[in-house]
């Protein structure tokens, strides 16, 4: 079972000057215990629980583009942009550079999003949530494009692209990783089945729409196995390695291979030395 270091918490007690150099160290010493990815929220406010929007938040693909550079192995993708927040021809460009400039390290995870205050606040489009979840296939079908040969236009009911120009490709063949977010049953795990290399979900109620997203697999043609299934799992700075060794075992038997940890953590290298002492035990799964 892999391990992912999800980074949802910038509020650490260092001061706005030492972020960069606090991440950087977080980075580089998760890809040292082996943590072989890690993501970012793709959020411009802070999230409840973790804290409120005042906290501070960093913009996921700058903050990708640094971690980039001060890595050296790990994936790196968000968990998951909101469709609404960039154009999809742009979104397609961000991680193609990501990609190039990291070599080949760069993934794509995307969502319907769901923020709304966020988005109101700073002034960013947020439709109802039919014509989000229809954006959503729009993008990604625009993003398989694009990293795609050729240069075809695009013509959808909400986004036209006249020439799907994308120089220079990825360099992750066939492309970039894409995992699609949420466990939506109806909308989000059609997609999943249709078009992703993988799904995240929480763990509440995780057995349930994995056994929904084989059904759709079945529909769409898709072998069910193809798809890696990811976790999102949140603790807390009292929970131990041995604690979060028992919750990993139980969802991998549920068939998870991938699980994202995150914790609201003022000292987010603490959650690293936890995870550390946890991949060892993991890694033989």
């Known amino acids: 079972m892999e391990l992912g270091l999800q980074i949802a918490d910038f509020n650490w007690k260092v001061g706005t000057a030492r972020l960069g150099a606090e991440l950087t160290v977080t980075a580089q010493e998760a890809e040292s215990a082996g943590i072989s990815r890690i993501s970012v929220m793709d959020h411009l406010w802070q999230i409840a629980p973790l804290g409120p929007p005042e906290n501070y938040m960093l913009e996921a693909y700058a903050t990708l583009g640094f971690l980039a550079a001060c890595t050296k192995r790990v994936l790196l993708h968000t968990l998951v942009t909101g469709v609404v927040y960039r154009e999809p021809g742009l979104l397609a460009k961000l991680v193609s550079t990501i990609d190039v400039l990291s070599g080949g390290r760069a993934g794509l995870g995307i969502g319907a999003a769901w923020y709304q205050d966020e988005a109101e606040g700073l002034g960013v489009p947020f439709p109802a949530t039919a014509e989000r979840f229809e954006r959503l296939e729009e993008a990604v079908q625009i993003c398989l494009e694009m990293w795609a040969d050729g240069d075809a236009p695009y013509t959808g009911k909400h986004y036209s692209l006249g020439r799907t120009l994308n120089s220079p490709q990825p360099l992750r063949r066939p492309r970039p990783y894409l995992m699609i977010g949420g466990g939506g049953e109806k909308k989000t795990l059609r997609m999943v089945a249709r078009y992703a290399d993988a799904c995240n979900l929480a763990r509440q109620g995780a057995a349930g729409k994995l056994d929904v997203l084989r059904a759709h697999c079945e529909r769409e043609g898709r072998d069910y196995d193809d798809i890696e299934k990811t976790v999102t799992m949140q603790v807390t700075p009292e929970t131990t390695?041995?604690?979060?060794?028992?919750?990993?075992?139980?969802?991998?038997?549920?068939?998870?291979?991938?699980?994202?940890?995150?914790?609201?953590?003022?000292?987010?290298?603490a959650l690293v030395e936890t995870l550390a002492q946890v991949q060892p035990a993991v890694s033989t799964w």
């Open 241 to 269: 390695s041995a604690e979060i060794v028992e919750q990993l075992e139980m969802l991998h038997a549920l068939g998870f291979s991938v699980a994202y940890v995150l914790a609201k953590h003022s000292n987010p290298r």
